[in-house]
């Protein structure tokens, strides 16, 4: 039995065909999938593999430090993205509307890992999630639509890390002029 026919005979019974199409046609407008726009079985696929969730306002989607083994996509709302410091304080850093369909928890479809920040639903809100062992089995089973998605996944995590780099030369000259002026 393949992986993906193992994932579908423990995934609970199929979505109904109008929340099937509604998923298709928001996974084509996510930055991680719109190289497969060209592909609809891949993007069928993928709306077979995510789940729907819905999150209260003010509920917290993922938290800073906890295991991640999913991505999510939010479907309706809006979020905020917070970031902790050492001391524990808790900062904004982003707000994400879903008329931007965006993406957040990517690298753990990579990897399982901690997660580095916390999303915060700022309205109630509406997302689909895709679970590790959906994405590993989606990529065993078709790897050349996989490449794209994972390449995509890949630039998600340089940019992030570019503009984490960016944040530190900018609070270190900050941190020596307030120095120098001393």
């Excluded at 050349?144 to 940019?159: C, H, K, Q, T, Y």
């Excluded at 780099?165 to 002029?177: C, E, G, R, T, W």
Aim: glycine content about 4%.
């Amino acid at each position: 039995m393949s992986a993906m026919s193992k994932f579908f005979a423990a995934k609970e019974a199929p979505t109904a065909q109008q929340d099937l199409s509604s998923r298709t046609d928001w996974l084509r407008k996510v930055y991680l999938f719109e190289n497969l726009t060209t592909i609809p079985a891949a993007i069928d696929l993928l709306a077979h593999l995510v789940e729907e969730q819905n999150f209260a306002k003010y509920s917290s989607i993922l938290r800073e430090g906890e295991e991640g083994k999913e991505a999510f996509f939010l479907l309706s709302g809006n979020v905020k993205v917070i970031k902790s410091t050492t001391a524990g304080e808790h900062f904004p850093v982003a707000i994400l509307t879903a008329e931007d369909h965006p993406s957040f928890g990517e690298a753990a479809l990579l990897q399982s890992d901690r997660r580095n920040a916390t999303i915060v639903c700022e309205t109630d809100c509406k997302v689909l999630l895709l679970h590790k062992e959906a994405f590993d089995a989606f990529c065993g089973e078709h790897p050349e639509w996989a490449l794209p998605v994972v390449l995509r996944i890949a630039r998600v995590i340089v940019e992030r890390l570019h503009k984490a780099n960016n944040d530190v030369i900018l609070l270190y000259n900050a941190l020596m002029s307030e120095v120098k002026g001393l």
